[in-house]
């Protein structure tokens, strides 16, 4: 992936991750971003459709996901939508993870042996 693209959904993720913070809701969100991000793309192929409206892509999302989600997960996809870069959805997810890992003090490893 783009390196842009990369430090785009990182700066996403990021602001995402301090308004969950400050409410209380990191988990929630987390939880949430990670089932989008896994459902957008077996799922939801349309919502990659250029030709299709914004509206009908937020309609679509909706029906199929929002009604579940926290409100501010709700309010991020809507962003992501409006500012055509819903493709940055796992990336972000990936990020928003990585943000509450570093906020907790956990480390992330691989451990091999012989």
């Known amino acids: 992936m783009h390196a842009a693209n990369r430090t785009l959904a990182w700066r996403y993720a990021r602001a995402l991750f301090e308004a969950a913070s400050a409410r209380g809701a990191q988990d929630r969100v987390g939880d949430d971003l990670q ?55 796992a990336l972000a997810a990936e990020d928003f993870r990585e943000s509450a890992r570093e906020k907790r003090g956990v480390a992330k490893a691989r451990v091999r042996s012989a």
């Not at 793309?41 to 937020?58: I, W, Y």
């Not at 679509?60 to 809507?78: C, I, K, M, V, W």
């Open 35 to 89: 089932a989008c991000a896994q459902a957008r793309l077996q799922d939801l192929p349309a919502l990659s459709d250029p030709r299709l409206a914004g509206a009908e892509k937020k309609r679509l999302l909706r029906e199929s996901l929002q009604e579940h989600l926290a409100p501010l997960t709700s309010d991020f996809l809507d962003l992501l939508l409006d500012e055509k870069r819903l493709d940055l959805l």
